[in-house]
């Protein structure tokens, strides 16, 4: 009689071992925290390594009779790409099939032999070990308005309690994550109010304790909006320990919060309470819940910075303004942006001592200057704002960002723009945007080793953010590393296929690598996705890299056209015209650039 053939489960890939049937994903040796689907889907393209797995297969593998989006999968494509990293011979282990699926391409080992017992697989109570996070609306983050300085009060009493570490012991800084407020109103169109409360708490959190608590921004949690995921799966998709949810409800000049901290391992609610009160009367309210909570806890929290107008009396139209600019500057079009402005110049109009307001319009501004304005149009008026809100309030880690952002790429004045950046990031070291920031003026000044720490940095705290990691992508390239570039562009696009700069920044680095058939591969793409002129010009100088001259020439005249009516970066025409041959017109390019104080 035969002896019976074990069945293999063991699947080994570099240091990586994988158990099929514990559903445990071991690195050299030590258990690696997987979320459960995107361990799901790293099983089934293993089990069938070298080979192409479509898209439907794995849909329908992995989320059995459950309509899921494609967006979905690529971004548990992405969640494992960030886990495992390079193989040893610069592979990637997944490969992407264009328009078909996803296939393995590490070589495989199996192993029938029965698993040892594995350690539990550690839960994410802070930063998730294995990933390695990378910047929404671009470079926003503001202020916490005194009712959920209410909520914040109580919160950081239940964190502090929970994140106490014995006196020799070295403390660990946990990562919380505040979910979209759910808006109870009845009414759509009050969602930009719920939408705001979420923004202004997540931006007071991370000033809150900064050595202690790191806040995810409000970029990456926003695509949990009416979420079906579990708290502990939210959890670990975005590496926290911890989730602040709740709902408001507003009805004329009275509101009511409900907010609730959730610890995720356990899904174990540590704390939830209801405020329910008049909008004016909300700093009685903060004084009041902080008492009540300090003393049932009889605990006593390091003071957090306070700034000047978090104190004072609340405008509930300027408040009002202030959250429709916000959610006007979250849609990120021309139109919006204009609105968001006007939005906010009524707010301080209404209250002209209020630095969020500013902040928040200087933030404005920069966003018109991207894609829409020339630097010289918008840039004197977000500097004006920059300046007023940091003279009202100097413990506003926004408004330094804000300045910081006028110092760096219209003043050029480098030792000013580090020294804003650097008090922003003393105030709050989870801003993105500072982090950001920083990175850009370290990069500017060729420091690109501490630069791209920096980054790295910014997507630990906006791990899902769409705009940081397009602007990211420059510091990649200007570094001169275009493999990095190349693997950077494709985690962008595996985040959003749609967005057209990946795919232009994707051409230029294969371009730089003599990579002729994917620069022409991904140019198309970008060709078919720009939605600016910036990214077909960007296209065309990797175009006339690679000798597609006449192409280069046609897209470059396109670009020009509708710079007509759109600001287009003129040094990014004058590198076109560099690749193309043209001194002549590069030079006056160059120019122009420096006339536009293009950035």
Same mark, same amino acid.
């Given at each position: 009689?035969?002896?019976?053939?074990?069945?293999?489960?063991?699947?080994?890939?570099?240091?990586?071992?994988?158990?099929?049937?514990?559903?445990?994903?071991?690195?050299?040796?030590?258990?690696?925290?997987?979320?459960?689907?995107?361990?799901?889907?790293?099983?089934?393209?293993?089990?069938?390594?070298?080979?192409?797995?479509?898209?439907?297969?794995?849909?329908?593998?992995?989320?059995?009779?459950?309509?899921?989006?494609?967006?979905?999968?690529?971004?548990?494509?992405?969640?494992?790409?960030?886990?495992?990293?390079?193989?040893?011979?610069?592979?990637?282990?997944?490969?992407?099939?264009?328009?078909?699926?996803?296939?393995?391409?590490?070589?495989?080992?199996?192993?029938?032999?029965?698993?040892?017992?594995?350690?539990?697989?550690?839960?994410?109570?802070?930063?998730?070990?294995?990933?390695?996070?990378?910047?929404?609306?671009?470079?926003?983050?503001?202020?916490?308005?005194?009712?959920?300085?209410?909520?914040?009060? $109580?919160?950081?009493?239940?964190?502090?309690?929970?994140?106490?570490?014995?006196?020799?012991?070295?403390?660990?800084?946990?990562?919380?994550?505040?979910?979209?407020?759910?808006?109870?109103?009845?009414?759509?169109?009050?969602?930009?109010?719920?939408?705001?409360?979420?923004?202004? #708490?997540?931006?007071?959190?991370?000033?809150?304790?900064?050595?202690?608590?790191?806040?995810i921004a409000r970029t990456s949690t926003a695509r949990y909006k009416d979420t079906k995921e579990t708290v502990a799966q939210i959890g670990r998709e975005l590496g926290v320990g911890y989730l602040l949810e709740g709902s408001v409800r507003r009805g004329g000049d009275r509101v009511r919060v409900?907010?609730?901290? @959730?610890?995720?391992?356990?899904?174990?609610?540590?704390?939830?309470?209801?405020?329910?009160?008049?909008?004016?009367?909300?700093?009685?309210?903060?004084?009041? @819940?902080?008492?009540?909570?300090?003393?049932?806890?009889?605990?006593?929290?390091?003071?957090?910075?306070?700034?000047?107008?978090?104190?004072?009396?609340?405008?509930?139209?300027?408040?009002?303004?202030?959250?429709?600019?916000?959610?006007?500057?979250?849609?990120?079009?021309?139109?919006?942006?204009?609105?968001?402005?006007?939005?906010?110049?009524?707010?301080?109009?209404?209250?002209?001592?209020?630095?969020?307001?500013?902040?928040?319009?200087?933030?404005?501004?920069?966003?018109?200057?991207?894609?829409?304005?020339?630097?010289?149009?918008?840039?004197?008026?977000?500097?004006?704002?920059?300046?007023?809100?940091?003279?009202?309030?100097?413990?506003?880690?926004?408004?330094?960002?804000?300045?910081?952002?006028?110092?760096?790429?219209?003043?050029?004045?480098?030792?000013? $723009?580090?020294?804003?950046?650097?008090?922003?990031?003393?105030?709050?070291?989870?801003?993105?945007?500072?982090?950001?920031?920083?990175?850009?003026?370290?990069?500017?000044?060729?420091?690109?080793?501490?630069?791209?720490?920096?980054?790295?940095?910014?997507?630990?705290?906006?791990?899902?953010?769409?705009?940081?990691?397009?602007?990211?992508?420059?510091?990649?390239?200007?570094?001169?590393?275009?493999?990095?570039?190349?693997?950077?562009?494709?985690?962008?696009?595996? #985040?959003?296929?749609?967005?057209?700069?990946?795919?232009?920044?994707?051409? #230029?680095?294969?371009?730089? #690598?003599?990579?002729?058939?994917?620069?022409?591969?991904?140019?198309?793409?970008?060709?078919?996705?720009?939605?600016?002129?910036?990214?077909?010009?960007?296209?065309?100088?990797?175009?006339?890299?690679?000798?597609?001259?006449?192409?280069?020439?046609?897209?470059?005249?396109?670009?020009?056209?509708?710079?007509?009516?759109?600001?287009?970066?003129?040094?990014?025409?004058?590198?076109?015209?560099?690749?193309?041959?043209?001194?002549?017109?590069?030079?006056?390019?160059?120019?122009?650039?420096?006339?536009?104080?293009?950035?």
């Open positions: 009689m035969g002896v019976p053939l074990k069945a293999k489960h063991l699947y080994g890939f570099g240091s990586y071992q994988l158990d099929a049937v514990e559903r445990v994903l071991l690195r050299d040796g030590q258990p690696v925290t997987v979320p459960p689907k995107d361990l799901e889907t790293l099983l089934v393209l293993v089990e069938r390594a070298g080979h192409i797995v479509e898209k439907e297969e794995l849909l329908d593998r992995v989320w059995p009779g459950v309509f899921i989006e494609e967006g979905n999968l690529a971004r548990h494509i992405f969640n494992l790409r960030q886990v495992l990293g390079d193989s040893p011979d610069g592979r990637k282990y997944i490969e992407t099939i264009p328009r078909r699926g996803y296939r393995f391409v590490a070589a495989v080992r199996e192993d029938g032999e029965p698993a040892t017992p594995h350690p539990p697989v550690p839960q994410a109570s802070g930063p998730a070990p294995t990933t390695v996070p990378v910047p929404l609306s671009q470079k926003r983050s503001f202020w916490l308005w005194p009712l959920a300085l209410s909520v914040l009060a $109580a919160t950081a009493i239940l964190i502090g309690r929970h994140f106490q570490h014995p006196r020799n012991a070295s403390p660990q800084k946990a990562l919380l994550a505040v979910l979209p407020f759910v808006n109870l109103s009845g009414d759509a169109h009050e969602d930009y109010f719920a939408d705001g409360l979420t923004e202004e #708490m997540i931006a007071q959190l991370g000033q809150l304790q900064p050595t202690q608590l790191g806040v409900t907010a609730q901290l @959730i610890q995720t391992a356990e899904q174990t609610h540590l704390w939830a309470e209801t405020y329910e009160r008049p909008l004016t009367d909300v700093l009685s309210i903060q004084r009041e @819940i902080a008492e009540k909570i300090t003393h049932s806890l009889s605990i006593q929290l390091l003071p957090a910075a306070t700034s000047v107008s978090a104190n004072s009396h609340l405008n509930l139209e300027s408040y009002d303004k202030y959250l429709l600019g916000l959610h006007e500057l979250g849609e990120d079009t021309r139109e919006s942006v204009n609105r968001a402005i006007q939005y906010f110049q009524e707010a301080t109009a209404l209250d002209p001592k209020d630095a969020h307001l500013y902040a928040a319009l200087a933030a404005a501004y920069d966003a018109a200057t991207t894609y829409y304005s020339s630097p010289t149009e918008v840039m004197p008026r977000a500097k004006e704002a920059a300046l007023e809100a940091v003279a009202l309030d100097p413990n506003l880690a926004s408004a330094h960002v804000r300045l910081g952002y006028v110092r760096l790429f219209y003043d050029w004045d480098w030792p000013a $723009a580090e020294q804003q950046y650097r008090r922003a990031l003393e105030i709050n070291p989870s801003l993105p945007e500072a982090q950001l920031g920083y990175a850009n003026y370290l990069a500017t000044l060729g420091h690109f080793d501490e630069a791209l720490s920096r980054v790295q940095q910014a997507y630990l705290f906006d791990p899902l953010a769409l705009e940081s990691r397009k602007e990211a992508l420059w510091i990649y390239y200007f570094s001169g590393r275009m493999p990095e570039t190349v693997e950077q562009a494709q985690k962008t696009i595996e #985040m959003e296929p749609t967005a057209g700069l990946p795919h232009a920044m994707l051409a #230029m680095a294969y371009a730089q #690598m003599g990579k002729r058939p994917e620069t022409l591969q991904a140019a198309e793409n970008a060709i078919r996705l720009a939605n600016s002129p910036s990214i077909l010009t960007t296209t065309a100088a990797a175009l006339a890299h690679v000798g597609q001259s006449r192409e280069a020439k046609q897209l470059l005249s396109k670009a020009l056209e509708q710079a007509k009516e759109r600001y287009v970066c003129r040094f990014l025409v004058a590198d076109t015209y560099v690749e193309l041959g043209d001194t002549e017109k590069a030079f006056e390019s160059l120019e122009q650039g420096f006339l536009q104080r293009s950035t």
